[in-house]
T-cell receptor, first 111, second 116 residues
Framework: GQQVMQIPQYQHVQEGEDFTTYCNSS?????IQWYKQRPGGHPVFLIQ?????EVKKQKRLTFQFGEAKKNSSLHITATQTTDVGTYFC???????????FGGGTRVLVKP | NAGVTQTPKFQVLKTGQSMTLQCAQD?????MSWYRQDPGMGLRLIHY???????DQGEVPNGYNVSRSTTEDFPLRLLSAAPSQTSVYFC???????????????FGPGTRLTVL
């Protein structure tokens, strides 16, 4: 079955630094979604990418969808303490329509 | 709109007990799902529904039943609780999947379940 892997599992970042988290699918995707979950909270939708090679920005967050539509990345610049949380990607299979979540990247920010 | 609501927020059960986790949405979404999230892990799909009267199994359906008699409600029933079902349960809804642009999942606040 479809597998979605995220790396790294944990990311300790100094406040003000940049970091990137990666998402890789075993199958081709029709779209990929990113969610953020604050500690003790529920996942909240951030963005959806649909087109091959698509890049979208939300303030300090940059999302990219790979050319082959099997991988994605989230890059955060100038990390702030408000970025603390777990970031999940979720890939919708191109064939079969199944949505699978990655294991998440848990981000901890050192002030 | 209240969005997606879940009750209860917290629940403690003894092994063998049964209970129903409630989920409701007021956005007229056709597609609803139940996930479980274990500590430090991602979300695993339990059951989902593409509309009233239609349900299907996800990745980890064993020990759970669902029904969808209305568009708004999608309850999850634990038949005979086991310690392995200790988890946080999230309900989510989305607009009918007419295309990838309508695929956003809206999550409820979760139910934290402990089975002793």
């Amino acid at each position: 079955g479809q597998q979605v892997m995220q790396i790294p599992q944990y990311q300790h970042v100094q406040e003000g630094e940049d970091f990137t988290t990666y998402c890789n699918s075993s199958t081709t995707l029709s779209n990929i979604q990113w969610y953020k979950q604050r500690p003790g909270g529920h996942p909240v939708f951030l963005i959806q990418l649909v087109k091959s090679g698509e890049v979208k920005k939300q303030k300090r967050l940059t999302f990219q969808f790979g050319e082959a539509k099997k991988n994605s990345s989230l890059h955060i610049t100038a990390t702030q303490t408000t970025d603390v949380g777990t970031y999940f990607c979720a890939g919708r299979e191109a064939a079969g329509n199944k949505l699978t979540f990655g294991g998440g990247t848990r981000v901890l920010v050192k002030p | 709109n209240a969005g997606v609501t879940q009750t209860p927020k917290f629940q403690v059960l003894k092994t063998g007990q049964s209970m129903t986790l409630q989920c409701a949405q007021d956005m007229n979404h056709e597609y609803m799902s139940w996930y479980r999230q274990d500590p430090g892990m991602g979300l695993r799909l339990i059951h989902y529904s593409v509309g009233a009267g239609i349900t299907d199994q996800g990745e980890v359906p064993n020990g759970y039943n669902v029904s969808r008699s209305t568009t708004e409600d999608f309850p999850l029933r634990l038949l005979s609780a086991a310690p392995s079902q200790t988890s946080v349960y999230f309900c989510a809804s989305t607009v009918a999947r007419r295309g990838p642009s309508t695929d956003t999942q809206y999550f409820g606040p979760g139910t934290r379940l402990t089975v002793l």
